[in-house]
């Protein structure tokens, strides 16, 4: 079966998008791990069938590349909108897209040249400073479940990201759901550097959209940073802008959502 797609960057965070508003694509779980997959398939972190909706301008159902439903996609929900954008998906108002994603409403602009912002849902679960593998770990849910941890006494770019947000995502006495982790640095009163482990890619990935939101939210709720915009440096060297109100709603997501090439995947019935 042949598969038409686009391929997205989301401040590196890279998805294979889908149009499937007349709803002929129909992908298994091996299928989608099979295309995720980097050497032997398209290669991305994610899998997003952009689909029609009853109530939103679309619907978008977001895959990790293991092949399995994710939670809330920061940068995909990012790139989706960028992908309606400029294929033509027609919003009820113009510029501006609504959407569903795991049973919520999103609303994102364009901004400017190839940069979507993403109005996301409130913060819920705070919880500080767990110890779990020797990390002080705080955790909140923006809608995909996050660690955060301050790597005070050591340097972000030696960290050992893949092995300690490994131990972490796979505590599952304490995160029984798993969890991505996020580990950072405070570079400035209103700026972060970050690296994130992400559940279901299980590796690292360049950036994480609901990880930069984790991460700045916290950073203020501790009064590390003293900024309610924070600019968050990911690993891709991108940089994503987190804005808030100050009681840590209202949060936006804000970066850039990039077309990187068009083609047509050969799928086989149990995957490339
Ligand atoms: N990269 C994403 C997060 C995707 C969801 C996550 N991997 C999960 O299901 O836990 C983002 O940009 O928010």
Not at 25 to 34: F, G, K, R
Not at 175 to 191: M, Q, R, Y
Not at 207 to 235: E, Q, Y
């Amino acid at each position: 079966m042949q598969i038409h797609f686009t391929k997205l960057s989301g401040a590196g965070n890279d998805f294979i998008v889908i149009d499937n508003r007349n709803q002929s694509v129909h992908l298994s779980t091996a299928q989608i791990n099979a295309m995720c997959t980097r050497r032997t398939g398209i290669g991305a972190d994610g899998l997003i069938l952009i689909e029609p909706s009853q109530r939103f301008d679309f619907s978008m159902n977001y895959y990790n590349a293991d092949g399995l439903p994710g939670s809330m996609c920061g940068n995909g929900g990012r790139c989706a909108v960028y992908f309606a954008h400029s294929t033509g998906v027609p919003s009820a108002d113009q510029g501006r897209y609504s959407f569903e994603a795991n049973g919520n409403r999103y609303e994102a602009e364009i901004t400017g040249h190839e940069t979507v912002r993403l109005h996301m849902l409130d913060p819920e679960d705070f919880r500080n400073a767990v110890a779990i593998e020797g990390f002080s770990c705080h955790y909140v849910n923006t809608g995909s479940p996050h660690v955060v941890i301050y790597i005070d006494n050591r340097k972000l770019e030696d960290l050992d990201v893949y092995g300690f947000g490994k131990a972490i995502r796979l505590r599952s006495d304490v995160f029984p759901e798993g969890t991505n982790v996020n580990f950072l640095e405070i570079t400035a009163p209103d700026s972060i550097s970050l690296r994130t482990f992400e559940r279901g890619v299980e590796d690292e990935t360049l950036a994480c959209g609901t990880g930069a939101v984790a991460a700045a939210l916290m950073s203020f709720r501790l009064g590390k940073v003293s900024s309610s915009t924070v600019k968050v440096n990911v690993r891709s060297g991108d940089t994503l802008e987190v804005a808030f109100s100050e009681d840590l709603n209202s949060v936006t997501l804000t970066g850039p959502a990039k077309i990187i090439y068009r083609g047509i995947a050969e799928v086989q019935n149990d995957g490339l």
